[in-house]
């Protein structure tokens, strides 16, 4: 069963694909059933590779059916500080491979009419003056780029266009960014993978793999045989690969959603209906849905212990950006695990000792159209195309997280409390 949220309440009929029985053969298995391995599988089936996909639990079941759903430009944070190992070109290509990412995921909904409420606008707040500073730059470094979207610079007075709010100092509107339902996004695509062959299995958790020149993938009861593996796990990994598993931090996020606004309320809060999310390290970031309930996200939490009550945790964030709807019942609330890595780079490339395993994950927070461009990258990679693309991320080094998996989480969060105490200055 799906998570107790809004999007699980709201999504389109749910097909039940059968557990793993017996033994699967195939080019390629997936373990992992979120964006990162429906959108390697579509693309490996489109270049004509048999591929197996193993979920767990239910397709979309962790962050890509519980997420924010705002499809925004961009992949990693500060990508400069890369150039020592990929060059200034490369650091160009993965930017202009952010911009892409975003488009596959267009692409994909369009080409194949996924009902996902996919709406374009987004707009970046800012939370100071130097914020906003910061969005012009942004700006025409995108259209360096060739970025061929609006974008088009708020400033405070103006603000009231964007948001029923007196909280932010300018904005940042993007419109070729936006936001959608990610869990209807998630089942479409898996319907896609079936249409093009894949064999997709729920409720099969792996147990054990076997490395080799063939993988053997045990589930409880059944097995897969594949020439290549990718792991596509995410921040539910677990243990079932250390050498990666130790590279990624699990990051609690959390979402409340009111009750149905009304047209008119819910113009008053976003009156362009725009996605957004300002800029602190512990970010807001919220938007309207179809039914014009208010979906109001954010809170990450580095202690690896949820709230006791999440509702009672946001509604307060919730109000000090809209004071205006104390009156408004919260009908939903939900958390889940985003993955994020030391250097805030999505991590994509293969195991050193096993050059037939692939992985993707740690994309912090950003995964909605990141998780899409890992796929086409590894399609690439593990189809033989040329090119070098996936080569730019396999090439980056990231760290392990010191003190196991226990500790990881209390240091990264004293590490996040430094960040947050520097935001006061």
Avoid at 60 to 81: M, P
Avoid at 389 to 398: E, I, S, T, Y
């Amino acid at each position: 069963m799906h998570t107790a949220s809004y999007y699980a309440a709201s999504s389109v009929p749910q097909p039940d694909y059968p557990t793993l029985s017996g033994e699967q053969q195939c080019d390629v298995c997936v373990i992992g059933g979120g964006y990162s391995g429906l959108n390697t599988a579509i693309e490996l089936a489109e270049r004509g590779l048999s591929v197996v996909l193993l979920e767990a639990r239910k397709i979309g079941w962790g962050a890509s059916g519980r997420n924010g759903g705002q499809l925004i430009r961009g992949v990693g944070h500060g990508l400069e500080q890369f150039a020592p190992i990929i060059g200034a070109d490369g650091v160009k290509q993965m930017k202009l491979m952010g911009l892409e990412a975003v488009e596959i995921v267009r692409q994909r909904v369009e080409r194949h009419a996924i009902a996902c409420d996919l709406t374009w606008g987004y707009c970046d707040l800012a939370n100071k003056p130097r914020e906003f500073a910061d969005f012009a730059e942004e700006a025409d470094a995108l259209r360096a780029l060739g970025y061929r979207h609006e974008l088009r610079l708020v400033p405070p007075e103006q603000m009231h266009s964007v948001i029923g709010s007196d909280r932010y100092a300018g904005g940042l509107i993007d419109m070729g960014s936006g936001h959608l339902h990610p869990l209807n996004l998630a089942l479409g695509e898996a319907a896609v993978a079936a249409q093009l062959g894949v064999r997709l299995f729920e409720r099969s958790a792996v147990t054990r793999i076997d490395y080799g020149p063939q993988v053997t993938v045990h589930t409880a009861r059944g097995t897969v045989r594949a020439t290549t593996l990718v792991l596509c796990c995410n921040a539910y990994l677990n243990d079932l690969n250390r050498s990666i598993g130790g590279k990624i931090l699990p990051a609690g996020s959390y979402i409340i959603a009111t009750e149905p606004l009304g047209e008119e309320r819910a113009q008053q809060l976003l009156p362009q209906n725009m996605a957004v999310c300002d800029q602190r390290v512990t970010v807001d970031y919220f938007r309207l849905s179809a039914d014009r309930r208010l979906l109001f996200g954010g809170a990450c939490h580095y202690s690896g212990r949820d709230p006791q009550d999440i509702g009672a945790y946001m509604r307060p964030k919730m109000l000090k950006v809209f004071p205006q709807l104390a009156d408004v019942r919260i009908d939903f609330q939900w958390g889940g695990m985003i993955g994020i890595g030391a250097n805030r780079l999505p991590q994509i490339g293969r195991l050193p000792e096993q050059p037939n395993v692939y992985y993707a994950q740690a994309y912090a927070g950003h995964g909605l159209n990141a998780t899409h461009l890992a796929g086409r990258l590894l399609g690439e990679a593990i189809s033989g195309q040329q090119g070098g693309r996936f080569d730019l991320f396999a090439k980056v080094p990231h760290i392990t997280f010191p003190g196991g998996k226990h500790l990881r989480s209390p240091l990264l969060a004293l590490g996040m409390l430094w960040h947050r105490l520097k935001e006061l200055v």
